[in-house]
């Protein structure tokens, strides 16, 4: 299976960016498609982006678009996520997993994700 760990959180101010990467190993050879959810305290945790094998298709919650990127490289078994105009509600634990299915649509349910990491804190301060 693939392990992943996610990192590059921190605190910002509002209008800040970050760039958090995550880590795969393992069985880093299969093809699979890549996401990033996060959680905000009370909260479920809820999908924010995805991004094919290629690259070539990507996927954004409305609430990112426009703001967040998506991008991987596969030489380095590494997918990240580029997060600009940081707003305080974006402020959650960040998760990236490895999909479970070909993409043949855009991936952004949980259900559709396996092989979480644990986890990369992002606050933003008012």
């Known amino acids: 299976q693939v392990q992943l760990v996610e990192s590059g959180g921190g605190l910002v101010q509002a209008g800040g960016s970050l760039r958090l990467s995550c880590a795969a190993s393992g069985r880093t050879s299969s093809r699979y498609a890549m996401g990033w959810f996060r959680q905000a305290p009370g909260k479920e945790r809820e999908f924010v982006a995805a991004?094919?094998?290629?690259?070539?298709?990507?996927y954004y919650a409305d609430s990112v678009k426009g703001r967040f990127t998506i991008s991987r490289d596969n030489a380095k078994n590494t997918v990240y996520l580029q997060v600009n105009s940081l707003k305080p509600e974006d402020t959650a634990v960040y998760y990236c997993?490895?999909?479970?299915?070909?993409?043949?649509?855009?991936?952004?349910?949980?259900?559709?994700?396996?092989?979480w990491g644990q986890g990369t804190q992002v606050t933003v301060s008012s």
């Open positions: 997993a490895v999909a479970t299915k070909i993409w043949s649509r855009p991936l952004s349910r949980e259900a559709d994700f396996s092989s």
């Open positions: 991004i094919s094998w290629s690259g070539g298709s990507t």
